[in-house]
């Protein structure tokens, strides 16, 4: 415990010094990601995504399966809303079919890294992220090919009309009332993993399978059922982003929100509930970025940084937790012989 | 005929790097280590040798650096996975965040946002036959010598021994730590040569992730192998083959959409794991921690 303080000392000792050497870049992105009303529902606008991707993730590490395909089912969720967009714009529920589509797409594409694992044992985190990589050009295709825009003059889809999208509480910023998503499955999937059977056989898949298969509960099921909601809540922040804040898809649509919930699902204890919280911190850090980016002081790949070095850190901070304990229960057991 | 070199060029073009890169990811992993950061290994030394090359206008240098980054940011992913038993699949995950950001911010601070592409002087080439250049040498070079490091020396036999059973090792008195760390630096030093290779000798100049999964192509290609150096080779000079047909087929300006052949090396790389399905080849204790009683 008193060497976790240290470490967490230690962040804080660096954002200090990061406060003292680059004093107005930090204030600039401080401003920037709370200093009034705008500031703020960008930062929740940033935070929605991350946290949305993240739960996502959650569900899927719980299950053991470690899925690295957020990416690519989120633009698979996107790509199914401007799809059902194009094929039938007035459906009686459109927005519903649209949110609807984009999980099934999401969830469909991480089942097929599930079933590739399952029936041929290919490792789950080189074939999401491969995945990742064919959902792109996938992306590609679609805005310059079959889903380009009708006067096929820019590589993108077709624009929502603005009632198809979710309302915004100041028609000046981009907060939209779909970021309440994030809250709503963050409790719902905070109570299926740990408060329902299916969650705890999950978890135990996920934790210890060999204890599992002891108590017959199949394994690959569980690992199927995990995959598959996991890239639904994907998929479905990419239809959440769709209908918030784009209205379309284009090739820089995800500026890669599917790695950057990764640290996010981390950095909040693999809890649906904790990554809610660090989703808002890192949608900050987002949205100070982009204002460092506006005053020419940084490059949006920044973040990426950031999160890498947090994640590290955070690492560090649990290796010697263990470490610490390893060390307690060696002493427990010296005592008891 | 020119269209068949013009292929072979490509493929050998591409292949050099993943087979460089494969080798040292083969010790690797038969050392118990799977190298998920090796996408951002691989970028940040293509930056670097970019970097110096840029500043120095000698791509020897450029190597070096290039050489000299990989050790380092392995050193500290290595310090990580095998000193503090973390987690191997988040920690790559940390470093690939770390250098795409890294490598980005840098870029962008030292050249601008302009998008003017920036030309640095290449290794030489022999221009009139399929542009070989010296580097391709170690194509053939870090394989062989891979092969013989694991399978005909003492180191090799306990690095092998540390991807099996790393408590047998550690019990015959070997340190599993350490091997598993001298593994690493050879990991390292051919994912730096593999990720210069792509700034000094095949584009001549760098883009922000211009790495684009070849990292993680690079660990489909060791899985397919079955982690043995001819198997790895093998899949390597296959994968390179996609690569080639995409250049192929671009240029042949058929009806079928160019986004295809750019996901052929990714496509390719996943039917073949497909392929090679479940196979009891893998290491034991791959990605699996050890820490010393």
Not at chain 1, 269 to 286: E, T, V
Request: proline content about 4%; overall charge positive; aromatic content about 10%.
């Amino acid at each position: 415990m008193k060497r976790q303080l240290i470490f967490y000392a230690l962040a804080a000792a660096i954002a200090a010094a990061a406060c003292l050497i680059f004093g107005d870049s930090v204030s600039i992105a401080a401003r920037g990601a709370f200093a009034d009303s705008f500031a703020v529902h960008r930062t929740l606008v940033k935070s929605a995504p991350l946290a949305l991707t993240a739960i996502g993730l959650i569900v899927a590490w719980r299950g053991g399966m470690f899925n690295i395909g957020g990416e690519g089912q989120l633009l698979m969720g996107a790509l199914a809303c401007a799809l059902i967009y194009r094929l039938a714009p007035n459906l009686p529920f459109e927005r519903a079919a649209l949110l609807a589509g984009s999980a099934i797409a999401g969830g469909t594409y991480a089942l097929i890294a599930a079933i590739l694992y399952t029936k041929r044992g290919v490792n789950i985190v080189i074939g999401t992220i491969l995945l990742n990589f064919i959902a792109m050009q996938i992306v590609s295709y679609a805005v310059r090919g079959p889903l380009q825009e009708p006067t096929h003059s820019i590589p993108q889809t077709a624009s929502l009309p603005r009632e198809l999208m979710f309302g915004r509480p100041n028609p000046q910023t981009d907060l939209h009332w779909g970021v309440l998503f994030a809250p709503v499955l963050a409790v719902a999937c905070s109570i299926w993993l740990f408060r329902t059977a299916q969650g705890f056989r999950i978890r135990l898949v996920g934790s210890n399978f060999r204890a599992a298969r002891a108590a017959r509960i199949d394994a690959d099921k569980h690992r199927t059922i995990c995959m598959g909601v996991s890239g639904a809540i994907i998929g479905l922040a990419g239809g959440i982003e769709f209908l918030g804040t784009t209205g379309y898809l284009y090739d820089g649509f995800s500026p890669g929100w599917g790695f950057l919930g990764i640290p996010v699902a981390l950095l909040g204890g693999l809890h649906p509930l904790g990554a809610l919280a660090s989703a808002f911190g890192f949608g900050a850090i987002i949205a100070g970025t982009k204002q460092l980016e506006a005053a020419g002081r940084a490059d949006s790949s920044l973040v990426f940084a950031i999160q890498g070095a947090a994640l590290l850190l955070f690492m560090l901070a649990q290796a010697v937790r263990t470490s610490s304990l390893r060390a307690s229960s060696r002493i427990v057991e010296g005592s008891d012989a | 005929m020119n269209e068949v070199l013009g292929i072979l060029s490509a493929m050998l073009s591409i292949g050099t790097p993943l087979m460089i890169a494969a080798s040292g990811e083969t010790v690797l992993e038969r050392a118990g280590v799977l190298n998920i950061g090796l996408e951002g290994v691989m970028l940040c030394s293509a930056f670097f040798a970019f970097l110096t090359d840029s500043a120095t206008h000698s791509p020897w240098l450029g190597l070096a650096a290039g050489v000299v980054s990989a050790v380092l940011l392995m050193a500290v992913s290595s310090a990580f996975v095998i000193k503090f038993a973390c987690d191997q699949v988040v920690t790559g995950t940390a470093v690939n965040l770390l250098s795409l950001g890294i490598t980005g911010s840098l870029f962008a601070f030292a050249f601008g946002k302009t998008g003017k592409l920036v030309a640095v002087e290449s290794v030489p080439k022999n221009e009139a036959f399929l542009s070989l250049n010296p580097l391709m040498l170690l194509a053939a070079a870090a394989p062989l010598f891979a092969w013989i490091l694991l399978t005909k020396t003492r180191w090799g036999l306990a690095a092998r021994g540390c991807g099996e059973s790393p408590e047998s090792v550690s019990a015959l008195g070997f340190s599993v730590i350490k091997t598993r760390l001298q593994a690493s630096g050879f990991a390292a030093v051919c994912a730096g040569i593999a990720g210069s290779y792509l700034t000094i000798a095949q584009t001549n100049s760098f883009a922000p992730n211009m790495t684009a999964g070849i990292g993680f192509v690079v660990l489909a290609a060791v899985t397919f192998g079955r982690w043995s150096i001819a198997g790895t080779v093998f899949a390597s000079l296959l994968i390179a083959l996609g690569y080639g047909a995409q250049f192929w087929l671009k240029a042949k300006q058929t009806a079928i959409p160019y986004q295809l052949f750019d996901a052929l090396p990714y496509l390719s790389a996943l039917i073949a794991l497909i392929c090679a399905g479940r196979s009891s080849s893998a290491p034991a204790s791959l990605a699996r921690p050890f820490s010393p009683k």
